[in-house]
T-cell receptor, first 111, second 114 residues
């Protein structure tokens, strides 16, 4: 079993929709959780960074971590065509652990 | 503040050759991590350098190596290139590295091996 699994994609939604992206993981030692956005031909851009369980909100983006279910989510409200990109979840065991990435979900927001 | 820069952006090499990629982290960041991104395997960790020392290493063959200089700039070297080494190579800069500190990625170097 891979350490990090993402929900099947790609995903296509109309502009203004609420988008839900999810990853599950198997290693209960993960403590740090991130979401990155990657546009085509670009490097990943850090969107959200959370430690342990709970929610974090930043503008239209909300990240949720449920350590009991080993499940993390990213919600995008009022999605825009500019949100069209690949979204990658990443996680790390500890302060010196490298990042383990999910495969990424390609999101397309149609005008 | 300037972001992470990587050079060159694109590279075409032949099997058996070697290649060196360069990464300049964000000013003040002391950790540089390298990742390989392919469509099949996604983003995979290669190694991390902090204060000129390799602190962490992924599961890649010894043909992949790196180093970090006193100004935190880092280079990655791949020797005896194979077709399967074609990928986007990304470096990430962090204040102190690991998962406890945010990692910021550069634009990547796209390596094609023919």
């Amino acid at each position: 079993q891979k350490e990090v699994e993402k929900d099947p994609g790609p995903l296509s939604v109309p502009e203004g929709a609420i988008v839900s992206l999810n990853c599950t993981y198997s290693n209960s030692a993960f403590q740090y959780f991130m979401w990155y956005r990657q546009y085509s031909r670009k490097g990943p851009e850090l969107l959200m960074y959370t430690y342990s369980s709970g929610n974090k909100e930043d503008g239209r983006f909300t990240a949720q971590v449920d350590k009991s279910s080993k499940y993390i989510s990213l919600f995008i409200r009022d999605s825009q065509p500019s949100d069209s990109a690949t979204y990658l979840c990443a996680m790390s065991v500890g302060s010196q652990g490298n990042l383990i990435f999910g495969k990424g979900t390609k999101l397309s927001v149609k005008p | 503040k300037a972001g992470v820069t990587q050079t060159p952006r694109y590279l075409i090499k032949t099997r058996g050759q070697q290649v060196t990629l360069s990464c300049s982290p964000i000013s003040g960041h002391r950790s540089v991590s390298w990742y390989q991104q392919t469509p099949g395997q996604g983003l995979q960790f290669l190694f991390e350098y902090f204060s000129e020392t390799q602190r962490n290493k992924g599961n890649f063959p010894g043909r992949f190596s790196g180093r970090q200089f006193s100004n935190s700039r880092s280079e990655m070297n791949v020797s005896t290139l194979e077709l399967g080494d074609s990928a986007l190579y990304l470096c990430a800069s962090s204040l102190r590295g690991g998962g406890a500190h945010e990692q910021y990625f550069g634009p990547g170097t796209r390596l094609t091996v023919t």
